[in-house]
Every structure is written in C-alpha cells, then in structure tokens.
C-alpha cells in the first residue's frame, strides 16, 4: 500500500506571512562543512543578503564551528546546532538551502518554502540527488551539483528559487494518517 509521505504537524498559528530568513541547514552535519562555507560567502552576493541568514549545523555541528567563528558576531547571521521548530521555520522562510535528505525534502515540500538543493554526492552517494532532480522537473525546487558549488553558483540558485512561483503541489504528505487508516483497516 502507497501511504505518502510522513511530515510533521504544524501548528497553524505558528506560520506567519513568508517574509523570513534564509535557512541553511545540512541535517545530521556530519558532511555539510562545503555547503555552509560556501553559504556564507555566496550571502553576500545574492538578492537575500539583507535576510536573517539561520545556520542549522545539525548534531554534529563542532565540526562547522571553527568556519563560522568569523561570522558569528554579525547580527543578521544565527548559527545553532537544531531547532526542535524546524518545520515551522521552513513555513516562515524566504529560502531553504540544504543537501535534500528526506526529511528536509518533505519538510520543505509541506512548507511549500523556495529551496535550493545541493545534494550529497561522494562515495557514490545518490539518492539525495536523484530525488532532487525529480522534484526539480517538476518545478519544486532549484538543484545545484556538489562538484560545481561556488558563492556565483549558488547565488545564481538562490535568485532563481527564490524569484520562481512554486506550481501546484501533486505529491501526497499525508503518511502518517493513511498509515493508520491501513493499520485500523487491516485490524478490523
């Protein structure tokens, strides 16, 4: 049985009008370091430079620190480890930037945020980009190679994504409640 995608909930009152900050976040962190260094210089060359720029470094966040130390005292840049919000974050965004792994992907496709992708690809890694070149098809998000990643190539991705009207959304988030309608189904 096809369930759909599992998301979190959302709480309506949380989600104010899209005018926020840039979300940059790389997961679990522990391969990230590229995406975040290259972020914060392609910041200030991009249309978003006067947005809130959050740095979500994920659980293995030591990693990144000593790269965003010199950014750390500008007041329009947030670096943190998690934030137990994140989904409510993504509904406020201008623009989400991250590797695509499957829990950001539906997050962000919930939130229906602007996002640039950059997908984890070493070692053979592919199913990060594989999933986004299918959701950039369909228009849902503008894609970035890791081997062609600069500040000039993501800052050209960012305007993009982020000057773009996403389509109609054609993909079904409701998992967790189909789920437990098979479940009770089954039960009975």
């Not at 740095?55 to 943190?80: S, V, W, Y």
């Amino acid at each position: 049985k096809y369930t759909g995608y599992v998301t979190d909930a959302v709480n309506g009152s949380d989600i104010d009008k899209r005018d926020g900050e840039v979300i940059v976040s790389v997961g679990g962190g522990a391969v990230g370091h590229k995406l975040l260094r290259v972020a914060l210089d392609c910041r200030s060359i991009c249309m978003l430079k006067d947005r809130k720029w959050f740095f979500l470094l994920g659980p293995q966040g030591n990693r990144h620190c000593e790269l965003l130390d010199a950014h750390a005292m500008n007041k329009d840049i947030t670096i943190e480890r998690n934030r137990s919000d994140f989904p409510v974050m993504l509904h406020n965004c201008a623009l989400s930037l991250s590797q695509g792994g499957y829990n950001t992907i539906v997050e962000i496709l919930k939130a229906r945020a602007p996002a640039v992708i950059v997908p984890f690809s070493q070692g053979g890694e592919t199913e990060q980009g594989l999933r986004a070149r299918l959701l950039e098809e369909r228009g849902l998000v503008k894609t970035l190679d890791e081997n062609l990643l600069s500040p000039y190539t993501l800052a050209a991705k960012v305007d993009s994504a982020f000057s773009n009207s996403l389509p109609e959304l054609s993909i079904d988030l409701n998992g967790a409640k189909k789920t437990a309608d098979f479940l009770l189904e089954w039960v009975a």
